[in-house]
């Protein structure tokens, strides 16, 4: 994979389609209980929110992860800083991030200040007064080892591993645990027995639980 800026065409004039990897950037029943339930849920946030908490993300695509966890975290009343650093290959321009996230009303005002942030060509930088976002442009395998953050909770979002194979190998699940603060954790709505092997052969605990809508199961990971 090489860093360009992502290739989109419309579902139904609302839902994001990646063509370079023909897969959908979120759930097409409802892309925001999607992530509640995968990423929130399954890293068990905001149970875990603390002063410091450090999260990263496989694949930043819509923002809607992001934005997610900035609505929880201070709905939550989480006290001090969040740190979120997100690995994206192929970012998406401002007016399709500006459409995707049209369709999430409830978000609010926190969509509206993450398109203006992205508009003024920002990836790195405060918003919302306690989080510290950074997403790193380019290829999440060459771009991780020389990360040196260590996340509590990790956000594995890349597109599905039958299309996109590389976000998923066994040596870029090593990299993600040599980036996981002890006792951290991961989630992701995949379920694909190559991902789970490759997390547990990279130190994980491992459990397949139930999925979302029509996903009958995803990951959640510990480390050991």
Known sequence: MQDADAEIEWRDDRI???TRFDDPYFSLENGLAETRHVFLAGNDLPNRFCDGFTIAELG???????????QCWI???????????SFEAFPMSPDDMEKALSHFPELGEFGDDLIAFWRSGNRQGELFGSVNLSVIAGDARTALPDWNGKADAWYLDGFS?????????????????????????????????????????????????????????????RLK
């Open 161 to 221: 591993p039958a299309r996109n194979p590389e976000m998923w190998g066994a040596g870029l699940m090593a990299d993600v645990a040599r980036h996981t603060a002890p006792g951290g954790t991961a989630a992701t709505y995949t379920a694909a027995g190559f991902v789970r092997r490759g997390l547990d052969a990279a130190g994980f605990s491992v459990e397949r639980v139930q999925g979302f809508g029509r996903k009958r199961h995803m990951t959640r990971a």
């Open 16 to 18: 994001p389609v990646s």
């Open 75 to 85: 709905a939550a009343g989480s006290p001090g800083r969040l740190t979120y650093t």
């Open 60 to 70: 930043f695509g819509t923002g809607l992860n992001f934005l997610a966890t900035v």
